[in-house]
């Protein structure tokens, strides 16, 4: 699977948009690009994956560029509950079984 | 909305000792996982287990573990020997089918603590 780069933290101000940003450069034709986070050590929770298409769900919306090489998770209005590490992991089509491989994620803070 | 949960939330062990972690996986999933997190370190994969048998291990996941779906509903990750650098949170996951884009929920997580 392709690996993804992000930056290590980022302050966001409490009901402004959180635009978190995602390298993937190395990324092939049949990988997508799911993001999670992690709030203060609880498991993993799913936020949003798309492909090549931007997407959005009720929790965050994922731009994903034209050549595919980075995206950026936007969390319309940010509220302290999103303080939470951010991880952007690319995985493949034909990774049937699935596993996702974490990085180091994007602390974001939210402050009020 | 269904969850994936886990017990117990915190175990307390002494080194060598064997530790059974518990997870529900949600009810219709067919893919199950666990992942574990030293403090301070990335979430890390450990097995995916499916249709009965472990489809797919790291090289965390050595012969000091095991895993099990005892029946419908559990599933479960034994460490026989327990040692010290067992200490993690221990995540279990499951997801609904093989198709890849089938989203992964995690459980709460077991805080594993070997002394």
């Known amino acids: 699977d392709a690996k993804t780069t992000q930056p290590p933290s980022m302050d966001c101000a409490e009901g402004r948009a959180a635009n978190l940003p995602c390298n993937h450069s190395?990324?092939?034709?049949?990988?997508?690009v799911y993001w999670y986070r992690q709030i203060h050590s609880q498991g993993p929770q799913y936020i949003i994956h798309?492909?090549?298409n931007n997407e959005t769900n009720e929790m965050a919306s994922l731009i994903i560029t034209e050549d595919r090489k980075s995206s950026t998770l936007i969390l319309p209005h940010a509220t302290l509950r999103d303080t939470a590490v951010y991880y952007c992991?690319?995985?493949?089509?034909?990774?049937?079984?699935?596993?996702?491989?974490f990085g180091a994620g994007t602390q974001v803070v939210v402050t009020p | 909305e269904p969850e994936v949960t886990q017990t117990p939330s915190h175990q307390v062990t002494q080194m060598g000792q064997e530790v059974i972690l518990r997870c529900v996986p949600i009810s219709n999933h067919l893919y199950f996982y666990w992942y574990r997190q030293i403090l301070g370190q990335k979430v890390e994969f450990l097995v995916s287990?499916?249709?009965?048998?472990?489809?797919?291990k790291s090289e965390i996941f050595d012969d000091q573990f095991s895993v099990e779906r005892p029946d419908g509903s559990n599933f479960t990750l034994k460490i026989r020997s327990t040692k010290l650098e067992d200490s993690a949170m221990y995540f279990c996951?499951?997801?609904?089918?093989?198709?890849?884009?089938?989203?992964?929920?995690f459980g709460p997580g077991t805080r594993l603590t070997v002394l």
């Open positions: 996951a499951s997801r609904l089918t093989g198709r890849p884009t089938d989203t992964q929920y």
């Open positions: 798309g492909l090549k």
């Open positions: 190395t990324i092939s034709g049949n990988e997508y």
């Open positions: 287990f499916y249709n009965n048998e472990i489809s797919e």
């Open positions: 992991i690319v995985r493949s089509l034909t990774d049937s079984w699935g596993k996702f491989q």
